[in-house]
């Protein structure tokens, strides 16, 4: 990990050192902030601070940690298309990381001994890792696209034709393994592409994407928005997996919609995945004693303490999911699950009944990489 971190792609490596950090007091500060096209996003930020700095006694001991929060926001961070920032410092232990999304996250300043991860790794588990070879007869590039983000791996220059391609195929394998990479995709044209894929191993055959549109002259921001804009279609073609199944286990009683029996189920422990419509706030109670939330208890049924309001509940209510290890996934725009009540939560069943029920990325990878039994077709669906 490093000072002050140069980039903000998320790579495999940086994730599982930031997971197994830790220090030996409370005084790592974690930042999540949502990015707004309009730029008000640094006024957002002192906000949090001031609410934060009231909340946390801890963090009025940290004044350069959040000094060094504030400037990188006003200073270094380019938003672009990015929608979410997570980032994290410790100055004592010269720790500072910061990572983009394309998603927001909800607002929030924390101090912890360790980085709080569970928003980043939700996000994560939301978008796939592609290895990115792009390739033609004289260069081969390896670039890593990850949460909207790209890293350059390697370049090859030179004659790749006959015994190249296999040094080309060797590299692949390689970097899919070091970089923990999900899913292939094959920038190249189809001549290439015949004579590249016997040389490449069965995983990375398995569900290879090919895009010929894309060579190794290509920017690697065009690399990555052809790349983004196919896997915002993949990811449509899974919410409309998601909802389906829904609604069928809302039908056969294997799930449960609305707010207060989602928040019901989701305090119970008995959920494995929360759907929720991008965009759905709603005011809520929370118990200050035992942290019982509900929809508008005055009373709070467990203990029967008075009950104070929550600005945003279902936010609330995805923070502990998530928390809790539970997939939460958000739906953009489906007039069927806004009918349903804009949230809802599939219940906890048999591992194995599970595996059949709930679309996982890799099982509904065939919805948009390429079948090997079929003919190369260009894209992810």
């Known amino acids: 990990m490093s000072h002050d971190s140069p980039s903000l792609f998320l790579s495999s490596e940086r994730a599982q050192a930031l997971s197994a950090w830790r220090s030996s007091e409370p005084n790592v500060v974690s930042l999540y902030l949502p990015v707004d096209e309009a730029g008000a996003y640094p006024a957002a930020l002192d906000r949090l601070l001031r609410e934060a700095a009231a909340a946390e006694p801890a963090l009025r001991g940290l004044p350069l940690?959040?000094?060094?929060l504030a400037r990188f926001v006003r200073g270094r961070f380019v938003p672009g298309s990015r929608r979410g920032l997570a980032a994290f410092s410790c100055a004592k232990y010269g720790v500072f990381e910061a990572f983009a999304s394309p998603e927001p996250f909800s607002a929030s300043l924390t101090v912890s001994a360790r980085p709080d991860l569970g928003p980043l790794a939700s996000a994560c588990r939301q978008y796939r890792r592609f290895l990115v070879l792009l390739a033609d007869g004289r260069r081969a590039r390896f670039v890593e696209s990850h949460l909207g983000?790209?890293?350059e791996l390697e370049s090859l220059a030179g004659e790749l034709s006959g015994g190249g391609l296999a040094r080309v195929?060797?590299?692949?394998?390689?970097?899919?393994?070091?970089?923990s990479a999900d899913l292939f995709v094959l920038g190249a044209s189809?001549?290439?592409?015949a004579a590249l894929e016997p040389l490449l191993t069965e995983s990375l055959r398995d569900g290879l994407i090919l895009e010929p549109v894309l060579a190794p002259d290509r920017p690697n921001e065009a690399v990555t928005e052809r790349i983004a804009h196919n896997e915002r279609e993949a990811r449509k073609v899974r919410e409309s997996v998601l909802v389906e199944r829904f609604l069928s286990e809302l039908r056969d009683g294997g799930a449960v919609a609305g707010l207060e029996p989602a928040a019901a189920a989701l305090q119970q422990g008995c959920v494995r995945l929360l759907l929720v419509a991008g965009g759905y706030a709603k005011m809520g109670r929370c118990c200050p004693a035992c942290g019982r939330l509900s929809v508008n208890h005055r009373s709070c049924p467990w203990c029967f303490r008075a009950t104070e309001p929550v600005l945003d509940l279902v936010t609330e209510l995805a923070e502990r999911a998530v928390a809790a290890g539970v997939e939460v996934f958000r739906v953009g725009s489906d007039p069927r699950f806004d009918a349903a009540g804009r949230i809802g939560v599939c219940l906890a069943v048999p591992a194995a009944a599970r595996r059949a029920a709930v679309p996982t990325a890799r099982a509904l990878r065939?919805?948009?990489a390429m079948k090997r039994t079929a003919p190369p077709r260009p894209g992810f669906a």
Do not use: I, M, S
């Not at 940690?65 to 060094?68: P, T, V």
């Not at 195929?169 to 970089?179: F, I, L, M, P, V």
């Open 65 to 68: 940690d959040a000094e060094r």
């Open 366 to 368: 065939g919805l948009f």
């Open 169 to 179: 195929a060797d590299r692949a394998e390689h970097w899919r393994k070091a970089r």
């Open 190 to 193: 189809p001549e290439t592409h």
């Open 149 to 151: 983000e790209w890293e």
